[in-house]
């Protein structure tokens, strides 16, 4: 347990934060990390005690704690224009030229592109022009919009009845007309005798009857994202998007990907969505767009609902909607200097995507090896992204009882020695920075093995 003075870190934290997102029974126990700042892919707390972080901050540090050439930007920003927003036909320099960059790395040819501060707030954008535009084009009752169960889709009122978890019951919500559909892990979802290539055709007919059922003429979108993130990693079944899509365009329903996660690089690819080979209507970015370095999220719209967009807003003279620092121009400064870090290189280094691509195959590995662990029931991820699941019996799938609490054990072992990974559910989710070094990436799986075993020694 952590020494507690009463004017320790941790005591002030736990008297002055009301955490989110935190195990407070874990909290009152293990005191809370208070981190002064990074190196690599390393973060340092107030005793100086270093962690390797195999979770990227929150999905997002790719570049590491430290990046010169982002601290460059931002500072080099902030000397010429601090901050301006993007309403009434004004906008910084640098917004123009994120999108245009934005537009240039996408999967469309044309299409535009809008600010907003955060993931949830761009999916709730986004939400918000399906509304505007199919009310605009005579069909206001085209508002449900489908997601899939243990989707994460951000934490505002709309976006939250997005996400598929059923810890937001606890606000009531999700608020009416957002439908989940079957979450496609074949590992967890799949029945018995059933083949992937068959559970993927299932998730296709689940889709037909929910929008025969619900009508097509009331359905908005579908939003997903590429590999599911804080539902634990999870990769789609074979094909998956080449049996929904065709579906969905013939119902005029537009497939939005949300690729606050895997957008720019951590699949391997620019999008998720070239690594499992389809084409969305619109991407939803956050995260990664700024390496961390800045809150920012971004719309991107593709070519077609780019255009309707833009005859929905003519009409009637303005689309109504914009936040305050939508367009940051540090912001902005910031992703162009992380899209150039990421897919093209900077400062003279090779760009980091081709960091990615090498880490691939010894992360597979890693992970290949210790799923062989009796207690470990399944590895599964995309590129850099991946997770361990923990069962009590590998055969019959049969998780830990929950009091067990066995993923947050093991990242708990973990911390204490040193490494940072993420509990979600019953598994461990690993996530590391593109700038990992091989001998960190060593270091990684050499810490989580051992924490494994040592839990993995008392829950059995
Ligand atoms: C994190 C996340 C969001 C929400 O982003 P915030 O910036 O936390 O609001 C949305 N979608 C996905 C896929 C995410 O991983």
């Not at 690599?40 to 570049?63: F, I």
């Not at 592109?113 to 939400?127: H, I, M, Q």
């Not at 025969?212 to 789609?236: H, K, L, Q, S």
């Not at 590129?383 to 361990?388: F, P, R």
Request: hydrophobic content about 40%.
């Amino acid at each position: 347990m952590a020494e507690t003075t009463p004017n320790s870190w941790d005591a002030r934290a736990a008297a002055s934060s009301f955490y989110g997102f935190t195990d407070l029974p874990t909290i009152e126990e293990r005191g809370t990390v208070v981190l002064t700042h990074g190196t690599g892919p390393y973060v340092v707390d107030t005793e100086g005690r270093q962690y390797l972080d195999s979770n990227s901050g929150l999905w997002n540090m790719v570049a590491g704690f430290d990046h010169p050439g982002l601290t460059a930007a931002a500072k080099a920003q902030y000397d010429r224009f601090p901050g301006y927003h993007a309403f009434f036909g004004r906008m910084s320099d640098q917004t123009v030229m994120l999108s245009e960059k934005l537009i240039e790395v996408s999967p469309f040819e044309t299409g535009r592109v809008f600010y907003t501060n955060s993931g949830s707030e761009a999916n709730d954008t986004l939400v918000k022009m399906l509304w505007f535009l199919w009310a605009s084009e005579g069909q206001p009752q085209r508002r449900k919009i489908l997601t899939r169960k243990n989707a994460y889709h951000g934490v505002t009122a709309v976006s939250a009845s997005m996400t598929g978890k059923p810890y937001n019951s606890v606000f009531g919500l999700p608020l009416e007309g957002f439908i989940h559909l079957t979450c496609p892990h074949y590992w967890r979802e799949g029945q018995e005798g059933e083949s992937e290539a068959q559970f993927t055709q299932r998730m296709a007919e689940e889709l037909e009857e929910v929008i025969a059922r619900e009508g097509a003429e009331t359905i908005a979108g579908f939003f997903a994202e590429p590999v599911m993130g804080a539902g634990g990693v999870i990769p789609p079944s074979d094909c998956y998007f080449q049996a929904i899509q065709p579906i969905l365009q013939r119902h005029g329903i537009p497939l939005i990907s949300d690729e606050v996660i895997t957008g720019f690089g951590r699949t391997g690819s620019v999008w998720g969505c070239d690594s499992y080979g389809f084409k969305p209507d619109a991407i939803i970015s956050s995260k990664c767009l700024t390496a961390g370095f800045f809150p920012m999220g971004a719309v991107i719209l593709g070519e077609a609902l780019s255009d309707r967009m833009q005859r929905a807003a003519r009409a009637i003279e303005e689309f109504p909607h914009g936040f305050t620092a939508s367009g940051h121009p540090v912001g902005c400064a910031v992703a162009l200097k992380a899209i150039e870090t990421i897919l093209e290189g900077e400062g003279g280094n090779p760009p980091l995507i081709d960091s990615v691509r090498a880490l691939i195959p010894r992360f597979e590995a890693g992970l290949a090896r210790l799923s062989e662990h009796p207690h470990i029931g399944e590895w599964r991820g995309r590129g850099l992204m991946g997770a361990l699941e923990a069962v009590a019996d590998k055969e019959t799938k049969t998780p830990f009882a929950g009091h067990l609490s066995v993923s947050e054990r093991i990242a708990n072992a973990c911390t204490d020695q040193g490494l940072i990974c993420r509990p979600l559910g019953q598994a461990i989710v690993l996530c590391p920075p593109f700038i990992l070094t091989e001998a960190q990436m060593d270091e990684m799986f050499a810490k989580l093995e051992a924490a494994l075993d040592g839990v993995f020694a008392q829950a059995a």
